[in-house]
T-cell receptor, first 113, second 109 residues
Framework: NAGVTQTPKFRVLKTGQSMTLLCAQD?????MYWYRQDPGMGLRLIHY???????AKGEVPDGYNVSRLKKQNFLLGLESAAPSQTSVYFC????????????FGQGTRLTVV | TQLLEQSPQFLSIQEGENLTVYCNSS?????LQWYRQEPGEGPVLLVT?????EVKKLKRLTFQFGDARKDSSLHITAAQPGDTGLYLC?????????FGTGTSLTVIP
């Protein structure tokens, strides 16, 4: 059972380039989330989805777009990367009940130069 | 400004000491969770608390949810080197799932 898988694991981008991060889960979870993690900031919510075809903004959505065309996949896009988007990105998924555990991928380390 | 603030941000203690980590917010949460994260890995769930005033124990770890469901604490008794890691609280409100600023704990043998 793979759980939550993120690709790629590492990436270096030049300022202005675009890229898409893929999150795939095989647990049939409804809810999926994208976070970024920076030193001293914990995890900050970028965007989330409560089901196939739905997305919503989190705390820090600017500069990012997302799509959830299939239930098992949640894509995070950077249209024009900036050095401020250098971070470690985590995807998570969970089922609906309020106390349900979130399962995380292993993260994508993105550097924008 | 993040919804959940943790204190302290860094903590370095000797093996055998006790410690408490705090997670505070001005918002009310339907439930609150604590996670631990190892370097290079995603966070892993330790506990979920859902009722105001609830206390849960997990071996040497004691978790408490504030009466007003706005804050929480994690107390570790007789810390061990294996407790080293980043501790994160997470508050759930509606469909959103917010994490705290994190506490980096180092337990020195």
């Amino acid at each position: 059972n793979a759980g939550v898988t993120q690709t790629p694991k590492f990436r270096v981008l030049k300022t202005g380039q675009s890229m898409t991060l893929l999150c795939a889960q095989d647990m049939n979870h409804e809810y999926m989330y994208w976070y970024r993690q920076d030193p001293g900031m914990g995890l900050r919510l970028i965007h989330y989805s409560v089901g196939e075809g739905t997305t919503a903004k989190g705390e820090v959505p600017d500069g990012y777009n997302v799509s959830r065309l299939k239930k098992q996949n949640f894509l995070l896009g950077l249209e024009s990367a900036a050095p401020s988007q250098t971070s470690v990105y985590f995807c998570a998924s969970r089922v609906y009940p309020r106390g349900a555990e979130a399962f995380f991928g292993q993260g994508t380390r993105l550097t924008v130069v | 400004t993040q919804l959940l603030e943790q204190s302290p941000q860094f903590l370095s203690i000797q093996e055998g000491e006790n410690l408490t980590v705090y997670c505070n917010s001005s918002s009310v949460f339907s439930s609150l969770q604590w996670y631990r994260q190892e370097p290079g890995e995603g966070p892993v769930l330790l506990v979920t608390v859902v009722t105001g005033g609830e206390v849960k124990k997990l071996k040497r770890l004691t978790f408490q949810f504030g009466d007003a469901r706005k804050d929480s604490s994690l107390h570790i008794t007789a810390a061990q080197p294996g407790d080293t890691g980043l501790y994160l609280c997470a508050g759930i409100t509606g469909n959103q799932f917010y994490f705290g600023t994190g506490t980096s704990l180092t337990v020195i043998p």
